[in-house]
């Protein structure tokens, strides 16, 4: 892996305690939180929690950015909490879904990767 080469390009953040999702290569693509489904206390897209578009400060992006790196990844997604604007890294997903980002931003990161591995 190039030193440098990572994009973020999803993250999620799960509420009460707001969460985080972010996919990598150097910057962030797109964002969102997540709420869980009633009477589920897991926030997954796939049990019926619901992504809404957020915005990363520049220190969560940092954050969001330097995880993959950290246990070798070039493209992840980055499972964050914040306790206040302060972001902790929970997960690092080597196989991130990405379903969640697209409904909640209209980013398609399948996109956005291959156009990134063809420039």
């Known amino acids: ?30 964002s969102t939180k997540r709420i869980a489904a009633h009477n589920e206390w897991r926030a997954n897209i796939h049990l019926g929690a619901k992504g809404i578009a957020m915005e990363l400060d520049d220190h969560a992006k940092d954050i969001a950015v330097r995880a993959p790196k950290a246990v070798g990844l070039e493209i992840s997604g980055v499972d964050m909490i914040f306790r206040g604007t302060q972001p902790y890294v929970l997960e690092v997903n080597a196989s991130p879904g990405f379903h969640g980002l697209l409904d909640a931003t209209g980013i398609n990161a399948a996109d956005a990767m291959v156009e990134d591995a063809v420039a």
């Not at 892996?1 to 797109?30: H, I, N, Q």
């Open 1 to 30: 892996m190039e030193a440098g080469y990572l994009k973020v390009y999803g993250c999620d953040a799960f509420l009460p305690f707001p969460f985080s999702r972010v996919s990598p290569f150097d910057e962030v693509v797109g």
